[in-house]
């Protein structure tokens, strides 16, 4: 699951690309930076916003998602080795593993 700060951050990258993308298009049909200018950021500006919450909602949605058997187990720190040890041999007792 990600988080969303890094949500935000893909949105709005992406954005920006989409930005780059409509000036030029825009410029090349209007020839005018100033409506060029004001097209590109209200509509950006609602497409961020837009894009943010639709990745929110499928983020809460498992369909189509790979999910990791060991996903749920709550963890506080990382495994040192002699742990992950530990749990490998434990999951080949269990027949995870060969």
Request: hydrophobic content about 45%; glycine content about 4%.
């Amino acid at each position: 699951m990600s988080t969303q700060k890094r949500s935000f951050v893909k949105a709005t990258t992406w954005r920006l690309v989409a930005i780059i993308v409509l000036a030029i298009v825009s410029y090349v049909v209007t020839g005018k930076w100033e409506e060029v200018t004001a097209i590109t950021l209200l509509y950006h500006s609602i497409q961020i916003a837009a894009y943010y919450f639709h990745e929110r909602v499928w983020e809460r949605i498992s369909w189509g998602k790979i999910h990791h058997p060991l996903a749920d187990i709550p963890v506080k720190q990382h495994l040192t080795p002699e742990d992950r040890e530990l749990v490998i041999a434990h999951l080949r007792e269990l027949g995870y593993l060969d």
